[in-house]
């Protein structure tokens, strides 16, 4: 089972930036799908973006131009750099990976954009 760990969480203000990172063990992770999602308490998990094994992304509008996701299959690795950040952003950010029938979760990271 691979295992995610996600890193890059943290406070910033109103119109910054920051990157996450979400590091996979596993042999074939290049052949996962990457998904990052956010919830907050009392909320259901969304989907914030995604890409697959071929490299093709997808966003939700409302971080569309402002989220961007990358992957480094030599490092299994997916970065989801976070620009224009607004209050509503705030959340707890969690990596997935998807392979077929598989599933798997990191452990989140916070995010808080505050003045």
């Known amino acids: 089972q691979v295992q995610l760990v996600e890193s890059g969480g943290g406070l910033v203000q109103p119109g910054g930036s920051l990157r996450l990172s979400c590091a996979a063990s596993?042999?074939?992770?290049?052949?996962?799908?990457m998904n990052w999602y956010r919830q907050v308490p009392g909320k259901q998990r969304e989907l914030v973006a995604k890409?697959?094994?071929?490299?093709?992304?997808h966003y939700p509008d409302s971080v569309k131009g402002r989220f961007t996701i990358s992957r480094d299959n030599v490092k299994n690795t997916v970065y989801l750099q976070m620009n224009s950040l607004k209050p509503e952003d705030t959340a707890a950010y969690y990596c997935?990976?998807?392979?077929?029938?598989?599933?798997?979760w990191g452990q989140g990271t916070q995010v808080i954009v505050s003045s």
């Open positions: 596993g042999s074939i992770f290049s052949l996962y799908t």
């Open positions: 890409i697959t094994s071929g490299g093709s992304t």
């Open positions: 997935n990976a998807v392979h077929l029938t598989f599933a798997s």
